[in-house]
């Protein structure tokens, strides 16, 4: 999972109402996304009406992620502001709730209230339909924390996703399939914050994927923190891996494209990679974090593969489909990463080619086993390493949109632009597209002729 792609986001659910105001910062993961969502909905049931304006909130939550060390810290941070917003509120005699969500609730647990008392809840990953509930016991005077792994299973008891879907008129959607991960990584705290792997029915997931078409939906990113981990027992008792459910759902009725993230090296199986090859409306784009490129380092992050075996998957996907495009996440100055390593690293970026990527320095993440090891590297060789590694990935990330030019794509509609008459969409490669276009309409996908490049973004023409 990309914990860093999207640094924050507010959750909008607009619909009309009475009452109450929740403001929901979201910071990570499109795990984090999607739980955001899920949290709107379930306290819609209490009157409950999403803003994004944290001035009008009467109910701040937010949802935090624990992937790297200054994560953390802004947490603890944006608390310190609302602690004084609460105060402000209460002397003026209105109710101000302050909840704090997802990963850093989870690993932080009561030393959130012993630092700041201000907060009412603090509710882990596993507990969010719990929330509503734990909103009222707070009402009543005490800080609640509920960072259990429950024992009910938190989908069934959450509320339907395609009501706020089709509120919103969304063209995309995301649906969690798997939570959670046992690979262990060295370096990693998801494991701890997470827990153990589970993976959702996959009744359950066709079902919620059902509904979500018939509200609109086009697209849909399935979400793990190991998604190609995910797995069922089929009706005669045999596995069914992340490969047989995307088959399973390209058989419904509307929907146009599927995609999923984030997925481990170890768990591309054959179907899966079969699935790309047969499946069209599988998009060509695939995030495959390998976090180094040095089998040393390799092996002192538990990553349980060699570089080779990275590159030689790489090309078995794209014997299967050739047109896709990679992405990845890397980790530089890992404890004990030379020069050596660094450079190894270097030399599989160039092997492999990626369309977009995301870089990071190692964060020491107590708990973990990586922040015991010998010989951590200083920040300012990780400053540098990260530095040359990111010029080489963004010189890729260009040369990938550059050659994206002069070709025809269909793009999926997603929203109206900045310009009358413009709307933007997203390729198969997920760009942002800007593109002239009369009458069409969200949802709708068309054929358009890649023009031009922008900072983030691409330019096209109706083909
Ligand atoms: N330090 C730096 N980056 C990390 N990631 C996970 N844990 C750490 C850490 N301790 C990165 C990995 C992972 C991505 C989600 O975040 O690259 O794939
Ligand atoms: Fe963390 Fe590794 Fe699991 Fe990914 S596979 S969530 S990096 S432990």
Known sequence: MNQDSIVSTETKLGEPGPSRKVFIKTYGCQMNVYDSGRMSEALAGEGYVATEDMQEADLVLLNTCHIREKAAEKVYSALGRLRDMKNERQAEGREFMIGVTGCVAQAEGEEIIRRVPSVDVVIGPQTYHRLPEALKRARSGRSVVDTEYAVEDKFEHLPDQSRAVSARRNVTAFLTVQEGCDKFCTFCVVPYTRGSEISRPIEQIVREAEKLVSAGVRELTLLGQNVNAWHAEGENGERLGLGDLLYRLSEIPALKRLRYTTSHPRDMDDRLIEAHRDLDMLMPYLHLPVQSGSDRILKAMNRRHKAADYIALVERIRAARPDIALSGDFIVGFPGETEEDFQATLRLVETVGYAQAFSFKYSSRPGTPG???????????????????????????????????????????????????????????????????KDVEIGDTIRVRITGTGPNSLFAEVA
């Open 371 to 437: 922040a015991d090891m010998p010989d951590h590297v200083p920040d300012e060789v990780k400053a540098e390493r990260l530095a040359r590694l990111q010029e080489l990935l963004l010189s890729q990330q260009h040369a990938f949109a550059r050659s994206c030019v002069g070709k025809t794509i269909d793009l999926l509609l997603e929203k109206p632009g900045r310009l009358p008459g413009q709307l933007i969409g997203r390729s198969p490669w997920l760009q942002s597209v800007n593109v002239d276009a």
